[in-house]
């Protein structure tokens, strides 16, 4: 317990420390062209439509000069929702979207931790939580404010763990725990999901051959296929 415990509190520090930066400075960006510009418009006009009881807002009404655009049909729609969620309760809608932010680079590392204890010691567990969170990549997303991305980073280690486990103890709650993370990451970035779709398929491919089971590959390739499912609310209307 207390090196889980420790483990969370390293990981807080070193997200905190990635993401120094983007907790102090007023805004997301000094300039305009970066991402997040989109993605404060798009937050901002998805929390006021919860605000007036919209919970899913399909279509943004002020983008396009007031013409508007059904960006949320086209684009996942997660990280929008879960900003606007803690904006309800957090007046600032910059402060909401870094709540958010912030909780997704941590859950990045927490979700790495996860997965590496499956056959790592605790110490390269930890490192290698914190190598996911310092990982050029996701720092570069973070400053250019491809914000739904660096969010949709903390799915990835999660599928890989419930896909281990699966196979390795083919467990109800495992299988049923890779489904609702794979639909959280097409919901939280459709491109990282297309890409990761891959990684997943190959990773149950080895774990297939190595504990020789073609029944768990079966169930493994159900769950994915449930996970996708789950997600219907959104690529059906964008089909």
């Given amino acids: 317990m207390k090196k889980s415990v420790s483990s969370i509190l390293v990981l807080v520090f070193f997200a905190f420390i990635s993401i120094t930066s983007l907790l102090l400075y007023p805004e997301f960006a000094g300039r305009a062209e970066l991402d997040s510009i989109y993605h404060i418009n798009w937050a901002y006009q998805v929390s006021a439509a919860i605000k007036e009881g919209i919970l899913y807002p399909r279509w943004l009404s002020e983008s396009n000069?007031?013409?508007?655009?059904?960006?949320?049909?086209?684009?996942?729609?997660?990280?929008?929702?879960?900003?606007?969620?803690?904006?309800?309760?957090?007046?600032?809608?910059?402060?909401?979207?870094?709540?958010?932010?912030?909780?997704?680079?941590?859950?990045?590392?927490?979700?790495?931790?996860?997965?590496?204890?499956?056959?790592?010691s605790h110490t390269a567990s930890v490192a290698g939580g914190v190598a996911l969170q310092l990982m050029p990549f996701h720092l570069i997303n973070l400053w250019r404010g491809a914000l739904a991305e660096t969010f949709a980073f903390f799915w990835l280690p999660l599928i890989l763990h419930f896909t281990y486990n699966g196979f390795k103890?083919?467990?109800?709650?495992?299988?049923?725990?890779?489904?609702?993370?794979?639909?959280?990451?097409?919901?939280?970035?459709?491109?990282?999901?297309?890409?990761?779709?891959?990684?997943?398929?190959?990773?149950?491919?080895?774990?297939?051959?190595?504990?020789k089971s073609l029944c768990r590959s079966i169930k493994s390739i159900t769950a994915i296929s449930f996970g996708f499912s789950l997600s219907a609310i959104y690529f059906i209307p964008m089909i």
């Fill in 169 to 211: 103890e083919d467990k109800a709650y495992q299988w049923i725990g890779l489904s609702f993370s794979y639909a959280g990451l097409i919901l939280s970035h459709l491109v990282s999901a297309y890409i990761f779709s891959f990684v997943i398929a190959a990773y149950a491919i080895f774990l297939t051959i190595e504990e």
């Fill in 65 to 120: 000069n007031g013409y508007g655009s059904p960006t949320t049909i086209f684009y996942s729609p997660l990280f929008y929702l879960l900003t606007g969620l803690v904006n309800f309760y957090i007046p600032s809608l910059i402060v909401s979207l870094k709540v958010v932010t912030f909780t997704g680079f941590l859950l990045s590392g927490i979700s790495m931790y996860l997965f590496l204890k499956n056959f790592c």
